[in-house]
């Protein structure tokens, strides 16, 4: 099986999963229609696939991780809804629709996000299909990476930069909570479902904080080059909103580069793993080149 069907098949598996998840729930008004609505919108379920993948390279199975690759997606979705609201990015266009607050209104989009935050954990430590003590731990990476140590922490740090000059490291700070942190749990968790050694978990860390970086600077790259019919949202929104990003700072071509070392570097982490890493060096490759 080639990278590109391997990849495939998971991003599959996480979309049929997906799908499933909150089916037969008892209706809450419009609140399952608008986590529904934007968890699955489509997108490029990168998170979803490193868990499923990493757990694959530790000798796990898959489907057995496909509750936490889902959990990730949620918690990545939840923070989509809330970054599109009025009172943060204040942005109309998620993935070529409505952001979920232009359909179901803003407190509906709001209560959204948190039930998808929620529900992670939910599934989590609801899953049946690997041992208690590696749901738990999958839980607490997921937990410290969502929270005022990862993802919303590096929130804070956006909106608080928002119309001031930022360092480059205060700017690789802020990204590596906001961007990087989720990242690196979906991979981390996915070693954690397979059972994988401590030397494991490490090499896969590395990796996806090298992806992750990678990741963001291809973001601001595509935001100031980009086509918004191509990526599905608007454009240019980092300078109305006066951010200071890796672009800002080193310019586009800079970027370019900066994005291919650490591609290289992210791909030499999983050396530990030798072939078996064939797949998710693919698909470093595959998001530095990226034009959506």
């Known amino acids: 099986m080639t990278s590109q069907e391997q990849l495939n098949a998971h991003r599959a598996l996480a979309e049929g999963w997906l799908g499933r998840c909150l089916r037969n729930r008892e209706p809450r008004g419009d609140l399952y229609d608008a ?35 889902g959990a990730v997606e949620m918690i990545h979705t939840y923070s989509l809804i809330h970054d599109d609201l009025p009172c943060m990015d204040d942005d109309d266009l998620r993935r070529g629709r409505p952001t979920n607050h232009k359909v179901y209104g803003e407190a509906t989009a709001v209560l959204a996000g948190d039930a998808l935050l929620t529900a992670a954990f939910e599934v989590i430590l609801d899953a049946g299909s690997l041992p208690p003590e590696r749901l738990l731990t999958a839980a607490a990476v997921l937990a410290r990476a969502a929270g005022g140590w ?55 860390r590395r990796y996806a904080e090298k992806l992750g970086l990678a990741f963001q600077i291809q973001d601001d790259i595509l935001d100031v080059v980009g086509n918004a019919a191509a990526l599905g949202k608007s454009v240019g929104s980092d300078a109305r909103s006066e951010k200071t990003t890796f672009v800002t700072l080193k310019g586009v071509e800079t970027c370019r580069k900066l994005v291919r070392r650490l591609t290289e570097e992210a791909k030499e982490a999983l050396a530990v793993f030798g072939c078996e890493k064939e797949h998710l060096c693919w698909l470093a490759d595959s998001l530095a080149s990226r034009e959506t």
Do not use: F, N, W
């Open 35 to 69: 986590m529904e609505y934007s968890l699955l919108a489509g997108g490029k379920r990168i998170r979803p696939v490193l868990t499923l993948e990493c757990c694959r390279m530790c000798g796990g199975e898959p489907e057995t991780a496909l509750p936490l690759a």
């Open 150 to 204: 990862g993802m919303v922490g590096g929130q804070v740090l956006d909106m608080a930069g928002e119309g001031h000059a930022l360092s480059l490291s205060e700017v690789e700070e802020l990204q590596r909570m906001k961007t990087g942190a989720l990242i690196t749990a979906a991979a981390e968790m996915g070693c954690v479902a397979a059972g994988g050694a401590q030397e494991q978990r490490a090499a896969v």
